[in-house]
């Protein structure tokens, strides 16, 4: 319920304005002729807007607008007085109240002022929303943007947690294999273990009906300071295909009010944007998941086409990642120099058995036809995105550090990295295999053969890196 407040030592006073405010259907007038009491009331109960005298004894309007404000930011306060000055006026202006009426005054005036003060407090109100709605609207836009998931779900919960605004926010997802409830992240005011609980997924406070996929709501009265405030725990449902995968769980507290449908209404809004991500998240996943899965069988297919070969891109995988790291790349770039690895002879599905097998010399044609196949296997892969970063292996890894190589004659730096990278390793494994028409080698012969090429086939750095 709305609370307007009216403060006058005179008794006829305060019935009047009491009248003339019935038309305010949606408030509920209280009238107080001791402003002690009115303060209490205020102090512990919600209010919207106080209408109060400016001297009343000792216990002045401006005490009781200081008190108003300290316990609702958002209230209206209008004082009354009859004896009016500038440097009053002023002074209640600067403190936030937010007009001024002189006594007497026509009850249209006084109405009209109450009407004026409500509007402006709406739209301070709308404005709120407002903000709330623009958090959304920053969260949709990171996810138009590509954001990763963990960052989103980040950006979420600091969202959430400033729509309300939050004692605290979390997002938990269900594990596909446990069954359980996985905190993902939070954000966390204090150090209420009950609330800690809810944040982390304790599903006996989160009240949610499984089989409706409806919000769960508990509100209780807690004491805080020797205050009673009031806490909402809010838990809703991300929905994927059907099924409940998550919760965005976020917990409200304030002095008179529960959150209201509007907050939870936007809350809900940004649920329901954030399943979907997370469901695209896991659709893109999969399907990566199935696409490695299918171009690594082709490279099986390939190794299985000449057991000569067998092992050679697990091998190459474990001596290009300790050069890598010697080099300093990151997380993510060694996860493209595994599926590189994998794949660099993908290319090699379109070389005939005659040619890949033949255990003598191969003719200037032959030549032609094995040279093919970097090309090759970048045709392969081309126009997958999430595999672009691999292409260089790919295409790069028998180009020379010389510019005699192939297929793009390239020289020096002007080979990527990761092709100049492979072609060392590539060459090396190469040496300690058996091949057709001889048999490996050791290592010890291998590196000399490394060091003997450095400059002219090999990049140097990465030939000095290959030393024990």
């Not at 605004?165 to 992240?185: F, K, T």
């Not at 997924?201 to 709501?217: A, K, M, N, Q, T």
């Not at 490695?292 to 190459?316: F, Q, S």
């Not at 890598?324 to 660099?344: D, P, Q, S, V, Y």
């Amino acid at each position: 319920m709305k609370n307007i407040i009216v403060i006058d030592d005179e008794q006829y006073i305060c019935n009047i304005i009491r009248e003339a405010l019935d038309e305010f259907n949606d408030y509920e007038v209280h009238n107080f002729v001791d402003p002690q009491m009115a303060s209490e009331f205020i102090a512990n109960n919600a209010v919207d807007l106080v209408l109060t005298d400016l001297v009343m004894g000792d216990f002045s309007g401006e005490k009781i607008l200081d008190i108003t404000l300290a316990n609702h930011k958002d209230a209206i306060v209008v004082l009354m007085t009859g004896y009016p000055t500038v440097k009053t006026a002023i002074s209640v202006m600067k403190k936030g109240g937010y007009d001024y009426l002189i006594k007497p005054f026509k009850l249209e005036d006084l109405k009209a002022t109450i009407q004026r003060g409500l509007n402006h407090q709406q739209l301070r109100r709308e404005n709120v929303e407002l903000r709330s709605q623009l958090e959304l609207s920053r969260v949709t836009g990171a996810i138009a943007n590509g954001i990763k998931l963990q960052p989103l779900l980040n950006l979420v919960v600091d969202a959430a947690a400033r729509i309300l605004p939050a004692r605290g926010a979390s997002v938990i997802l269900l594990d596909a294999r446990s069954g359980r409830y996985i905190l993902q992240c939070q954000s966390l005011i204090g150090n209420d273990a009950s609330v800690a609980a809810f944040l982390k997924g304790d599903l006996s406070l989160c009240h949610i009906d499984f089989e409706s996929r409806e919000p769960g709501l508990f509100k209780e009265e807690i004491l805080d300071n020797g205050k009673t405030v009031r806490r909402s725990y809010i838990s809703l449902p991300l929905v994927s295909s059907g099924e409940i995968i998550g919760l965005l769980n976020t917990v409200y507290e304030d002095r008179f009010r529960s959150a209201n449908p509007g907050q939870i209404r936007l809350l809900s809004l940004m649920g329901a944007t954030v399943a979907a991500a997370i469901e695209r998240n896991n659709l893109d996943r999969n399907l990566k998941k199935s696409y490695l899965m299918t171009i690594k069988a082709l490279a099986n297919a390939i190794e299985a086409r000449d057991h000569y070969t067998a092992g050679h891109t697990d091998r190459v995988y474990r001596l290009a990642r300790k050069i890598a790291r010697r080099m300093g790349w990151n997380t993510i770039r060694m996860a493209h120099l595994k599926t590189g690895c994998i794949l660099h002879d993908i290319g090699k599905i379109g070389v005939p058995d005659a040619i890949l097998n033949k255990p003598d010399t191969l003719t200037d044609n032959e030549q032609v036809i094995m040279r093919r196949h970097p090309e090759l296997g970048a045709k392969i892969l081309g126009g997958i995105p999430f595999l672009e970063p691999v292409l260089p292996y790919i295409l790069s890894h028998h180009e020379r550090f010389d510019g005699e190589g192939y297929p793009q004659g390239l020289k020096g730096e002007d080979i990527p990295i990761e092709g100049r990278l492979l072609a060392v390793i590539d060459t090396f494994d190469a040496i300690l295999s058996d091949r057709p028409y001889r048999p490996g080698r050791d290592a010890r012969v291998a590196l000399d053969e490394l060091q003997k090429n450095s400059g002219t086939q090999f990049d140097p750095m990465i030939v000095i890196l290959m030393k024990p």
